[in-house]
């Protein structure tokens, strides 16, 4: 069982950044390939970006590529997602995913989510 609780979500304006982090309980968290995923208003829960278990290797969709960056701590038990540069576009509820996998796609199955961070870009 992995508990994931996620932080740092807030309110934005056009331009600036946020960091998200997510805390994962257990002593197996280097065996899980962690994610994020986000679900806009009236709009199905969809990846964003994911980092293998080693942190060797990340994954975005276009939209955010070059403007968000994953990261993990593995001693710390904790994944960052560090968004620069939003726009209104990344309005949505974030959650932390943990897989037993080492790669992230659009689809990807999840074994374990956060409860949710809510994000909000001004214009």
């Known amino acids: 069982q992995v508990l994931l609780v996620e932080s740092g979500g807030g309110l934005v304006q056009a331009g600036g950044s946020l960091r998200l982090s997510c805390a994962a309980s257990?002593?197996?968290?280097?065996?899980?390939?962690m994610g994020w995923f986000r679900q806009a208003p009236g709009k199905a829960r969809a990846f964003v970006a994911g980092?293998?278990?080693?942190?060797?290797?990340?994954y975005y969709i276009d939209s955010v590529r070059g403007r968000f960056t994953i990261s993990r701590d593995n001693a710390k038990n904790t994944v960052y997602l560090q968004m620069n540069s939003m726009t209104p576009e990344d309005t949505a509820v974030y959650y932390c995913?943990?897989?037993?996998?080492?790669?992230?796609?659009?689809?990807?199955?999840?074994?374990?989510w956060g409860q949710g961070t809510q994000v909000t870009v001004s214009s």
């Open positions: 995913a943990a897989r037993l996998a080492e790669r992230w796609y659009e689809g990807a199955s999840v074994n374990y």
């Open positions: 257990g002593r197996t968290f280097s065996t899980y390939g």
């Open positions: 980092l293998s278990r080693s942190g060797g290797r990340t």
